[in-house]
């Protein structure tokens, strides 16, 4: 059974800090693995999406790696800012199209 | 990028109650739809995938004679709770899956529901 653990639960940093959110993963059998950013009682924001077959994906300040055979991921925000601050969720796509989500980085950035 | 709608965002009902919550991709015909459930600090938990003109499929855990499911248009998914409870109470969210290149779930904005 696939889980997923994202460390730490949360993280308060002052703004433009650079950091680092990780991810983990039991089963390296997976299609994708997607970022998403959940702001409070709010949907989700789908940020970066990454191929099972690809390494990294960049967005602007945002970049997700992918080591698929460690089962990792990790999203680095450079220059925080507190527009940043939300829960951050980790999500890999197994066979079927089912997400399986971690537990969440509740983030916050100081002004 | 795609849009999905869901309704209605926050819903208060008495016990013993049933609530319908409608999910809707606006821009983009959906033949499979998920619906997940969140408990304050805890994460998505998928509950059960839609399939458009057929039965739900309804994970471990999830009652399906409490949580019914109905797909019957490809833009349209509605997540019935039935004779609803205190414990009931969550932020449902949705997604519909758009099917191209990369099949990409978008996500509704959630539906806090409230039993009292």
């Known amino acids: 059974k696939q889980e997923v653990t994202q460390i730490p639960a949360a993280l308060s940093v002052p703004e433009g800090e650079n950091l680092v959110l990780n991810c983990s993963f039991t089963d390296s059998a997976i299609y994708n693995l997607q970022w998403f950013r959940q702001d409070p009682g709010k949907g989700l924001t789908s940020l970066l999406l990454i191929q099972s077959s690809q390494r990294e994906q960049t967005s602007g300040r945002l970049n997700a790696s992918l080591d698929k055979s460690s089962g990792r991921s990790t999203l680095y925000i450079a220059a925080s800012q507190p527009g940043d601050s939300a829960t951050y969720l980790c999500a890999v796509e197994n066979q079927g199209g089912k997400l399986i989500f971690g537990q969440g980085t509740e983030l916050s950035v100081k002004p | 990028g795609a849009v999905v709608s869901q309704h209605p965002s926050r819903v208060i009902c008495k016990s013993g109650t049933s609530v319908k919550i409608e999910c809707r991709s606006l821009d983009f015909q959906a033949t499979t739809m998920f619906w997940y459930r969140q408990f304050p600090k805890q994460s998505l938990m998928l509950m059960a995938t839609?399939?458009?003109?057929?039965?739900?499929?309804?994970e471990q855990g999830v009652e399906k004679d409490k949580f019914l499911i109905n797909h019957a248009s490809l833009t349209l998914s509605t997540l019935t709770v039935t004779s609803a409870h205190p414990e009931d109470s969550s932020f449902y969210i949705c997604?519909?899956?758009?099917?191209?290149?990369?099949?990409?779930?978008?996500f509704g904005a959630g539906t806090r529901l409230s039993v009292l």
């Open positions: 997604s519909a899956l758009r099917q191209g290149a990369t099949a990409i779930q978008y």
């Open positions: 839609s399939n458009e003109g057929s039965k739900a499929t309804y």
